[in-house]
């Protein structure tokens, strides 16, 4: 069994930054496409940035320029630092992850979730 570990959200002003976390634990082989969803009250889950195993980035327009993705094989962890945010970035924060638990079975797994409030 497979989780991810998300940490870093939290309540930050207008302007600041937030840096978050996502650690798998489990029997993991490999860590493939790895990303960021958020959720805002009311409104679909929807796509903030992703992450190939190789480094090549994708960002949703919104956050182009403010946010930045990255990762460490090494560590299976995916991060999401976050500056100049804005009160519409308030959401919760989904890692998301396809992870090879064999040579031929790759898996989709969500983290539980990470508050994000940026206050005005």
Avoid at 84 to 91: I, N, Q, R
Avoid at 95 to 113: L, R
Wanted: charged share 20%; aromatic share 10%.
């Amino acid at each position: 069994q497979v989780h991810l570990v998300e940490s870093g959200g939290g309540l930050v002003q207008a302007g600041g930054s937030l840096r978050l976390s996502c650690v798998p634990s489990g029997r993991i082989f490999r860590t493939n496409d790895m990303g960021w969803y958020l959720q805002a009250p009311g409104k679909q889950r929807e796509l903030v940035a992703l992450i190939t195993r190789g480094g090549s980035t994708t960002y949703a327009d919104f956050v182009k320029g403010r946010f930045t993705i990255s990762r460490d094989n090494a560590k299976n962890a995916v991060y999401l630092e976050m500056n100049s945010l804005k009160p519409e970035d308030t959401a919760v924060y989904y890692c998301n992850a396809k992870i090879q638990t064999s040579v031929i079975t790759e898996y989709d797994y969500w983290g539980q979730g990470t508050q994000v409030t940026v206050s005005s």
